[in-house]
């Protein structure tokens, strides 16, 4: 069941993803070589709760952290540890917040120091993928356009995406209908409606789509070893267009 979401319930949605992108910021002021997850981890979570809200992923199913962190050839949900990045790494952080009752969601790749072509290539076109997307979420539109509009980028970019891992609504819990695959066909999948609210998240590789699950039970990687890149919005469908509820894009500059 498709939740939607009053004018008024997308304003404080908008507060909770306004934390989330000062969240990013902080984030990001930090990373670099020789910094560790564990010490990421620590600073947002600190930083979620000094502003009255919770870490959404902590308790996750028993997810044991305030971030996922996901280096080079894994795709997302890394638990941060206390290994330090290192130049040339290729990062995905994820976080979301929940701020009176409302969860906001998104994820920024970071690039670590001088980084390789190729690292470069999959982050820029993992977030022009992701910006694609935005102008489809218009009332009248359907989920696959889409995913037509962030497959097209990423095909046409030699990048595949990880086509088992999807997309989300969001609101009051993390995860809520629809699915939203980051490939589709136009004009095809559930209808897009004012007040619905979507995480939107390209998972992206310089491979294959293949990905298989850790021995923590929690860390999804690439089979073949590629790089793997991950970058989210949460969105909402609104009368007026797009509403980027989390315009970490605004602020914060990946390298
Ligand atoms: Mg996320
Ligand atoms: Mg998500």
Not at 1 to 7: A, L
Not at 199 to 214: L, Q, R
Request: proline content about 6%; hydrophobic content about 40%; charged content about 20%.
């Amino acid at each position: 069941m498709i939740v939607t979401k009053s004018p008024a319930e997308l304003d404080a949605m908008a507060e909770s993803g306004d934390l989330l992108v000062r969240v990013h910021e902080l984030i990001t002021s930090m990373v670099g070589p020789g910094v560790t997850p564990l010490e990421l981890d620590r600073a947002a979570e600190e930083m979620i709760r000094s502003e009255g809200a919770v870490p959404s992923f902590k308790g996750f199913h028993g997810y044991p952290a305030s971030l996922c962190i996901s280096p080079n050839d894994m795709v997302v949900h890394g638990i941060p540890d206390k290994r330090a990045f290192v130049e040339g790494d290729i990062v995905s952080i994820d976080c979301g917040v929940t701020l009176g009752g409302w969860v906001a969601d998104a994820a920024v790749t970071h690039l670590i120091g001088e980084v390789s072509d190729e690292a470069r290539h999959l982050s820029d076109k993992t977030l022009e993928s992701l910006l694609a997307a935005v102008p489809q979420c218009v009332p009248g539109n359907r989920i696959g356009d889409i995913g037509h509009a962030v497959q097209t980028v990423v095909e046409d970019a030699g990048l595949t995406i990880v086509t088992s891992l999807v997309g989300h609504g969001v609101g009051r819990s993390m995860h809520e209908d629809p699915q939203v695959p980051n490939y589709g066909k136009p004009g095809r999948g559930a209808r897009l409606t004012a007040g619905m609210v979507l995480a939107i998240e390209p998972m992206v590789t310089t491979g294959e789509a293949d990905v298989y699950t850790g021995d923590d039970n929690w860390a999804i990687s690439t089979v073949d070893g590629s790089l793997a890149a991950h970058q989210e919005f949460t969105i909402a469908i609104t009368a007026d267009g797009p509403r980027v509820l989390t315009p970490w894009h605004e602020s914060v500059k990946t390298p």
